[in-house]
């Protein structure tokens, strides 16, 4: 009861904005030490690596045998027990949320089409109940690239509104794609047949026509969806799910698991490394920065992190990438402000110690980073400036 009314009361405020400095940095690194031993870590990230090379190499075999491959080739899927029946299965693509027990199986996002049968596989070691239920933190296709191998297999899936506005809008690009290459192979046919100028046109045109139809939009899209929240109650546990806008993208979804207390942040939060900002499909750096906020509020010093990407953390690891995110900004800020260029403020390294830590080892590197914090800064200032 108490962990709800703190639940309620997170999403009706704001947390102060940190400040940081180089030397506070020093200060937050300190306390960001994980107790586990450097030797412990690489033991564990050894286990995982071993999990999956050794269920990668099953699922091969077992393909062999079988000759089905229901979902084409697939990859290896590790699983990690994360607090009570709640698990994070690590492969290719982002971290899954997986919480089991006697009324089914509850997933959180889906990697890849290729990986269905190795995901399906690690989650019946787990598991002799079906998954029932699957949500999808937001729409990149490293989290839902197996919504359709799973809508075949029974389950519902469930995301916020944008998440199906941006599925569909995919598929009927792909689906625009299929009808282009039909036009141009039908036009190239045609021209060596002789046909040219606008009678092929013409003549690729009916083709494309008479074809569009049968054409079927890919069909991947989540059946439930919500505009802000959402609350779950299976297995005995209470699990609301909601949603946080213009941050990763303008459809991500916290997922919160009450009685354990274990958050599934999606790429709201990655752990050590560099967050993609997807501004094309309605992600804002302020809006990223601020859902930071909101995680580390609902968390507390207990509570287990299934981040988008990288390994369990914890609340520390969320203010520690907060403080990041807000000590870069306005450095950068602070140097745009004195007017020196891209390049020389790139040339300062200000990234330096975040980089020594792996955080540009991941799918956004430093130099991508820092390009879209100077976009962001300039696209801030450059009304300022030229009034200047």
């Known amino acids: 009861m108490i962990r709800t009314l703190f639940l309620i009361i997170s999403f009706l405020f704001i947390s102060n904005t940190l400040c940081f400095s180089q030397k506070d940095g020093d200060v937050i690194t300190n306390k960001s030490k994980k107790t ?47 607090r009570d029946s709640i698990y994070m299965l690590k492969g290719k693509g982002g971290n899954i949320g997986l919480f089991v027990g006697p009324e089914g199986a509850f997933m959180i996002d889906n990697q890849f089409a290729e990986g269905t049968d190795a995901i399906l596989k690690t989650i019946g070691n787990l598991t002799d109940k079906p998954v029932r239920f699957l949500v ?10 197996g919504n359709k191998n799973l809508l075949n297999e029974g389950v519902v899936i469930l995301a916020q509104e944008n998440v199906r506005k941006q599925l569909i809008e ?54 439930i969806t919500y505009e802000e929240n959402l609350t779950f109650h299976l297995n005995g546990q209470k699990i609301f799910i909601f949603h946080i806008h213009k ?12 009685d354990s207390n274990v958050i599934h942040t999606g790429d709201l939060f990655v752990n050590g490394l560099y967050p993609f900002i997807d501004t094309a499909n ?14 580390a509020m609902i968390a ?32 950068v800020e602070v140097h745009y402000l004195e007017n020196k260029t891209r390049e020389q403020i790139f040339a300062l390294n200000l990234t330096k110690d975040f980089d020594e830590k792996g955080f540009g080892k991941g799918f956004i590197s ?7 914090i100077f976009d962001d800064v300039e696209k801030k200032y450059k009304k300022v400036k030229s009034k200047e």
Not at 366 to 372: A, D, L, Q, R, S
Request: no cysteine; aromatic share 8%.
């Open 36 to 82: 586990t031993t450097n030797k412990e870590k690489q033991a564990e990230k050894k286990r995982i690596e071993k999990q999956i090379k050794d269920n990668e190499s099953s699922d091969t075999s077992d393909k062999a045998k079988k000759g089905n491959g229901n979902y084409g080739p697939t990859y290896g899927v590790a699983s990690i027990r994360v």
């Open 136 to 145: 999808n933190t937001h729409h990149h296709a490293d989290h839902t690239g």
């Open 170 to 223: 995919e598929a009927k690009k792909k689906k625009q794609d299929s009808i282009d290459k039909i036009f141009n192979k039908t036009l190239e046919k045609l021209s060596n047949d002789g046909v040219v100028g606008d009678r092929a046109e013409e003549g690729a045109k009916r083709v494309v026509s008479s074809l569009e139809a049968d054409i079927a939009l890919e069909n991947n899209f989540p059946m």
């Open 247 to 258: 941050a990763h993208t303008d459809g991500d979804s916290v997922i919160y698991f009450t």
């Open 282 to 295: 309605g992600g804002t750096y302020n809006g990223y920065v601020n859902s930071l906020s909101k995680i």
């Open 300 to 331: 507390d010093d207990e509570t287990k992190i299934i981040p988008g990407h990288g390994e369990i953390a914890s609340i520390k690891d969320v203010k520690y990438t907060q403080s990041m995110l807000e000590f870069l900004h306005s450095r």
């Open 366 to 372: 430093t130099e991508k980073f820092f390009n879209f």
